[in-house]
T-cell receptor, first 115, second 116 residues
C-alpha cells in the first residue's frame, strides 16, 4: 500500500477483555515497530520485527502484551486482560531495512480506551 | 541510558512569527538526531535528521535544526510559522551502530498552537 495502515483507528473495550490491533506496513519494508503513546508522553518502544529474525520484545511492559508478524508483513499486537493503564495510542511504523539512519514511516495509530 | 528532553510541553505562536522548539539529549557520544511531526489524525512524519557534517540541517516544510554539541541540543526552527504547522513535534535520538528495535528514544513532544 501507499503507507502504513492500522486498524481499527479507535477501540473502546472493557477492563479485562482482550484486544487485537493490526498493522499493515509498507510493502517491501523488512522492519516493523510498535510504539505506545500515552497522553502527554513521548513514544514508548514496545516491540520490533526485522525480517525473519526473532523479534526484539524488550519494550513490552508485561506478559499481557504480545505481537506477531505473519509472513514478514502484517503484524498483530495483542493485549490480554486489558487494564485502564493500557489506554493509549498504539503506533506502528515500518522501514526498509531497520537501520538507524532510515526514515520511519508511521501509521495513524489505534486509539485504545479501556473503560 | 540515553534520554531526550523537550522542555516545552505547549507553545503558542502567532502566524508569521518565528519558532524555536527545544530539544536536549543526554548521551556520551554524538547521537543521530531526528525531528518528527504529528499532525492531527496523521502518523508521525520525518521533518529532518542529523548524522554528521554540517550542524545546520534543512528539512521539509521550511524547517531547520541546528546541532550544538556544547549544549547537547538540537533545536528546531522555522522563520515564519503557518497555521498548518499546528501539530505535535517530537525530537528523537539514536545511538550510531545500534540497530536494535529500541534504537530511537523519543522526547515527550511539544504541542504547537498557531494563533491567527
Amino acid at each position: 500500500g501507499a503507507g502504513v495502515s492500522q486498524s481499527p483507528s479507535n477501540k473502546v473495550t472493557e477492563k479485562g477483555k482482550d484486544v487485537e490491533l493490526r498493522c499493515d506496513p509498507i510493502s517491501g519494508h523488512t522492519a516493523l515497530y510498535w510504539y505506545r503513546q500515552s497522553l502527554g508522553q513521548g513514544l514508548e518502544f514496545l516491540i520490533y520485527f526485522q525480517g525473519n529474525s526473532a523479534p526484539d520484545k524488550s519494550g513490552l511492559p508485561s506478559d499481557r502484551f504480545s505481537a506477531e508478524r505473519t509472513g514478514g508483513s502484517v503484524s498483530t499486537l495483542t493485549i490480554q486482560r486489558t487494564q485502564q493503564e493500557d489506554s493509549a495510542v498504539y503506533l506502528c511504523a515500518s522501514s526498509q531495512q531497520g537501520v538507524l539512519n532510515e526514515k520511519l514511516f508511521f501509521g495513524s495509530g489505534t486509539q485504545l480506551s479501556v473503560l | 541510558a540515553q534520554s531526550v528532553t523537550q522542555p516545552d510541553i505547549h507553545i503558542t505562536v502567532s502566524e508569521g512569527a518565528s519558532l524555536e522548539l527545544r530539544c536536549n539529549y543526554s548521551y556520551g557520544a554524538t547521537p543521530y538526531l531526528f525531528w518528527y511531526v504529528q499532525s492531527p489524525g496523521q502518523g508521525l512524519q520525518l521533518l529532518l535528521k542529523y548524522f554528521s557534517g554540517d550542524t545546520l540541517v534543512q528539512g521539509i516544510k521550511g524547517f531547520e535544526a541546528e546541532f550544538k554539541r556544547s549544549q547537547s541540543s538540537f533545536n528546531l526552527r522555522k522563520p515564519s510559522v503557518h497555521w498548518s504547522d499546528a501539530a505535535e513535534y517530537f525530537c528523537a535520538v539514536g545511538l550510531p551502530n545500534n540497530n536494535a528495535g529500541n534504537m530511537l528514544t523519543f522526547g515527550g513532544g511539544t504541542r504547537l498552537m498557531v494563533k491567527p
